[in-house]
């Protein structure tokens, strides 16, 4: 069974910086592709920032420049790391995973979301 546990979430003053991780732990061959997602209140939940098999990546344009994606394979963990954050990227953040499974099909997962809020 997979699992996927976020942290990183919080507080932080405009201008500030967060790095969210998601980690995946369980049976499964590899992850396949990723990406972040945001929901504000009151709002649609938006893609953020996604990485594809290959490593093409892509964002939003709210946070290009801002945000950076990344991945560390030894530890099965992708990031999102956010630099000069705005009260505007106020909102919970989900990480999506897609696995290659021990099956060798593809499985769709999804973090259970951390807060990041960005207020003075």
């Known amino acids: 069974q997979v699992q996927l546990v976020e942290s990183g979430g919080g507080l932080v003053q405009p201008g500030g910086s967060l790095r969210l991780s998601c980690a995946a732990s369980?049976?499964?061959?590899?992850?396949?592709?990723m990406a972040w997602y945001r929901q504000a209140p009151g709002k649609q939940c938006e893609l953020v920032a996604a990485?594809?098999?290959?490593?093409?990546?892509n964002y939003s344009d709210s946070v290009k420049g801002r945000f950076t994606i990344s991945r560390d394979n030894a530890k099965n963990t992708v990031y999102l790391q956010m630099n000069s954050l705005k009260p505007e990227d106020t909102a919970v953040y989900y990480c999506?995973?897609?696995?290659?499974?021990?099956?060798?099909?593809?499985?769709?997962?999804w973090g259970q979301g951390t807060q990041v809020t960005v207020s003075s």
């Open positions: 999506n995973l897609e696995l290659l499974e021990m099956t060798m099909r593809l499985g769709n997962y």
């Open positions: 369980g049976s499964f061959f590899r992850i396949n592709a």
């Open positions: 990485m594809f098999e290959g490593g093409m990546t």
